[in-house]
């Protein structure tokens, strides 16, 4: 069965999934719908657009179908590594890739830690920051930004 081909392009947020989705939803209509959204043009992506992306893959997969995704733009993949069940759906390099399902085109993890060889000396451990020595006698006061000192007693308050 041959795929639809649907290029998205602009703001994938919670003012416009609204237009989108019934088109979306219009395509996932016949059995075993394969669905490949081009995603190169979309320059933001918000949380209502990353979960219609994870419901049409979530319709489609129900029906016996798929949604891929190709060329990921930043805004789509800065989403695949993180939002809930974006992990489930296919990101490919190009658009040809996707139609073909082509393991070599088919993009990785968005956020795997690279990984370490045996022969690496292991990565150094991370700390909290610089070490801090105890204070001795008298407690350090932070500076406002005026650059005067607090009170002891806290911020200005009116005196009573």
Same mark, same amino acid.
């Given at each position: 069965m041959s795929a639809v081909v649907l290029a998205l392009h602009g703001l994938l947020v919670e003012g416009t999934v609204a237009t989108i989705e019934p088109v979306?939803?219009?395509?996932?209509?016949?059995?075993?719908?394969?669905?490949?959204?081009?995603?190169?043009?979309?320059?933001?992506?918000?949380?209502?657009g990353a979960e219609l992306l994870v419901g049409v893959a979530g319709l489609a997969r129900d029906r016996g179908g798929e949604l891929r995704l190709a060329a990921p733009s930043p805004a789509i993949r800065s989403w695949l590594g993180i939002a809930a069940g974006m992990s489930g759906i296919?990101?490919?390099?190009?658009?040809?890739?996707?139609?073909?399902?082509?393991?070599?085109?088919?993009?990785? &993890?968005?956020?795997?830690? /690279?990984?370490?060889? *045996?022969?690496?000396?292991?990565?150094p451990p991370l700390s909290a @920051? =610089? +070490?801090?020595? &105890?204070?001795?006698?008298? /407690?350090?006061?932070? *500076?406002?930004?005026?650059?005067?000192?607090?009170?002891?007693? @806290? =911020? +200005?308050s009116p005196r009573r």
């Open positions: 979306l939803a219009g395509l996932l209509v016949a059995d075993e719908p394969r669905l490949v959204l081009d995603v190169s043009q979309v320059t933001v992506c918000d949380t209502t296919a990101a490919f390099a190009t658009v040809e890739g996707a139609l073909d399902a082509d393991p070599r085109d088919l993009l990785g &993890p968005a956020l795997a830690p /690279p990984a370490i060889c *045996v022969d690496d000396p292991p990565p @920051g =610089p +070490a801090r020595t &105890p204070s001795r006698g008298r /407690p350090r006061w932070r *500076v406002n930004p005026s650059g005067r000192a607090r009170s002891r007693r @806290g =911020p +200005a």
